[in-house]
């Protein structure tokens, strides 16, 4: 036997020919009566409420629970969903797509599924996401079970579909589908009760005609007092603008563009300063309006760094009907008026293998790997089964410190196999 202690400050691995057992993993829990009392002592949070790699954030608010997803890539099963009741504290309880029912998805980095965007209509869950054409999943419960893909037709008027669309409601409750492909297509259509689009294209091509916000990606809208508001991202490296009308029409006289979303950043010590794809703003009861977006850390003044598009939360400031993302800071921010639910901030989790399927919180960087681990080999092991190179199960890490330990049994066949934490 050996047992390995290590401070991980990356991606959480495991990986070998062997069978792994997790033997401690130190949350930090305190007891929920302090743990209660303590949350409600504090009222701030810092950005990213949600550190690590969570590219193209969409945001649900279903009465009192919020859902989060966004472009999970390569990583599969694909598409996990994650869990809110006060915007801050966060945790992962489905995920939408299993390799066994995504044959067609590309299964490289940078491939798999992008988008998710995540949202309720006609007495559902529904998650559109993009992968070799726009397609859909529904449930009864955010936690799952989701049906197999369905792919959303198209047609010539529409156009291609593209990638990074989102869902917008009007005031009566009809859904929309914000659809964006390439640089210069921008639209939306209506959704039917069989999640099809229907009804008749609003064209909004000229949007970007002169590539006014590069490649005005991941749109999505709100409405507040008659105006429609359209929000659309520059490019994965920044920029957030926002356009209104108080129709919803493809007429261009008819739309006023307000420039930057975002306040100018004032804070010289802010670490994540190119703030953009948003989720559609929305407001809570107590009047106050929010969102969330993604931003790259800035390492050694360079945003573009290679440390993933993590998650913020936003104020959104009106000034009568002019819309106001709060600048990022590196200071604290007044945290909703939420209750604590106790998830804790700490997300990484804990896992003694004594289920027959591997928790939501793992997952995989290929597809076949899906097929490489059992749970039920040996009771409280997590057995993992490499071919001719090696087999692993992986954590996302949204956490910069903690400590992991696990209990390996691992039989050598040479000198270069390895196993363990990475």
Sequence with gaps: MKNSIHTITTAFFLFATLQLQAQKQHSHKKNPDDSSRFYNEVSTYVNPVLPGDHPDPTLLKAGDDFYHCGSSFHFTPYLPIYHS???????????VVPPAKANWVPDKPSGGIWQGAITYFYGSYWIYFSASGQWFCKASSPAGPWSAPVQVKTNPVTGALGYDNSIFFDDDGKPYMVIKNGQKVNRIQALGRDGQLTDTVINLDWINANLQYSWAEGPVMCKRNGYYYYFPAGDVSGGQY??????????????ERLGNFFKPIT???ARFRSPNHIAAPFQLADGSWWTVGQSYERVDGNDWSG?????????????GDRPWGLAPASTPINKPNLPNTGIL?????????????SGAWWHFLSKKMDGRYSLTTRKGWLQLSPDTNRAHIVQKETDHYYSAVTKIEFDAIDMLSRAGIL
């Design 307 to 319: 440390q993933g598009r993590q998650t913020s939360l936003y104020p959104v400031i009106w000034e």
């Design 267 to 269: 804070d010289a010590h």
């Design 85 to 95: 009741r006060d915007l801050v504290h966060w945790e992962v309880i489905s995920r």
């Design 345 to 357: 901030w700490r997300s990484v989790r804990s896992d003694y293998f004594n289920d027959e399927n």
């Design 242 to 255: 926002v356009l209104r009308a108080t129709a919803l029409t493809s007429d261009s006289t008819k739309w």
